[in-house]
């Protein structure tokens, strides 16, 4: 079991930057991190993964703009958000996938953190 908490949400002005953190409570190390977010009135979507190796990927609607990053050594992940819109407004959540000997071994969110873009 991973436990996963999110921090760093808040309310940005649009152009903004804000940068979600992920901290596990143990090591990430065989742990492929995505972060997904859901927009008031609207389902979660995907927005940005990286794998063990650090390859990372990105919903269209956020390339460019946010980074997906990850500390092994701290048992961290991050979301770094700029250029932020109106539409990115959403509650963030963290996920983590575990592998273990290259079998899938378990999924695990975290409890979500707000992010309200708005002048």
């Known amino acids: 079991q991973v436990q996963l908490v999110e921090s760093g949400g808040g309310l940005v002005q649009p152009g903004g930057s804000l940068r979600l953190s992920c901290a596990a409570s143990?090591?990430?190390?065989?742990?492929?991190v995505r972060w997904y977010r859901q927009p008031p009135g609207k389902e979660r979507e995907w927005v940005a993964s990286?794998?063990?190796?650090?390859?990372?990927t990105y919903a269209d609607s956020v390339k460019g703009r946010f980074t997906i990053s990850r500390d092994n050594a701290k048992n961290m992940a991050y979301l770094q958000m700029n250029s932020l819109k109106v539409e990115d407004t959403a509650v963030y959540y963290c996920?983590?996938?575990?592998?273990?000997?290259?079998?899938?071994?378990?999924?695990?969110w975290g409890q979500g953190t707000q992010v309200t873009v708005s002048s």
């Open positions: 996920y983590a996938e575990e592998y273990r000997g290259g079998r899938y071994y378990g999924a695990y």
């Open positions: 143990r090591s990430i190390i065989s742990i492929n």
């Open positions: 990286i794998r063990t190796e650090g390859t990372t």
